[in-house]
């Protein structure tokens, strides 16, 4: 069955330093892999979107990567603030009107 | 900012209780849907619509039920609640359907059902 792994259930990170949070699949061919931020209590909040054939985008101090032949993505936050602390979720989706399915997520300490 | 609202955002009641989560957008969206997290754990897809009069079973069975008779509105109703109902329930939308498109929540209901 299709799984989506994140690499660890928590991440602490001290200030200023790359966050890299990892997304991993299986058993899943995605043409869209999507990034979100939820903090607590809250609902998750779009971040970035890259598609099957590209490599890398970027957005401010954000920056995710997407290999098709590793079946993994990337996502980096350079610079990171305190205020950057939260889960971050992935979430993938095939190429017909599929709707998103939600890996599990990684939250991320950034300590001052 | 997203214009996405859900009432109540937290509720207790009482098991065999009636209950609708309410949930409405004011950006025009055709595809709304209904997720459930615990604490801690993955978002389920539970319900979504593609449109008004259109309502589809998610991957996580629910025995709650949907209803979209306009585009705005989106309620979810539990019959009769159970403690194993607790949870949080998020409500979203978009423009369309598909890993293209960007999925707006709303803040969530918290459910506890005692």
């Known amino acids: 069955s299709q799984k989506i792994e994140q690499n660890s259930e928590a991440l602490n990170i001290q200030e200023g330093k790359t966050a890299t949070l990892t997304c991993n699949y299986t058993?899943?061919?995605?043409?869209?892999l999507q990034w979100y931020r939820q903090d607590p209590g809250r609902g998750p909040v779009f971040l970035l979107l890259?598609?099957?054939?590209?490599k890398e985008k970027r957005k401010e101090r954000l920056k995710v990567t997407f290999d098709t032949t590793l079946k993994q993505s990337l996502f980096h936050i350079t610079a990171s603030q305190p205020a950057d602390s939260a889960t971050y979720l992935c979430?993938?989706?095939?190429?017909?009107?599929?709707?998103?399915?939600f890996g599990k997520g990684t939250r991320l300490s950034v300590i001052a | 900012e997203a214009d996405i609202y859900q009432t109540p955002r937290y509720l207790v009641i009482g098991t065999g209780k009636k209950i609708t989560l309410e949930c409405s957008q004011t950006?025009?969206?055709?595809?709304m849907y209904w997720y459930q997290q615990d604490p801690g754990m993955e978002l389920h897809l539970i319900h979504y619509?593609?449109?008004?009069?259109?309502?589809e079973k998610g991957d996580l069975s629910s025995e709650s039920t949907v209803s979209r008779i306009r585009t705005e509105h989106f309620p979810l109703t539990l019959e009769s609640a159970r403690p194993s109902h607790t949870s949080q329930y998020l409500c979203?939308?978009?423009?369309?359907?598909?890993?293209?498109?960007?999925?707006?929540f709303g803040e969530g209901s918290w459910l506890t059902v005692v």
């Open positions: 979203a939308s978009s423009e369309n359907l598909g890993g293209g498109n960007t999925i707006y």
């Open positions: 058993n899943y061919s995605p043409a869209y």
């Open positions: 890259i598609r099957e054939n590209e």
């Open positions: 979430a993938l989706a095939g190429s017909g009107n599929t709707p998103l399915v």
């Open positions: 950006m025009g969206h055709d595809k």
């Open positions: 619509s593609y449109g008004v009069n259109s309502t």
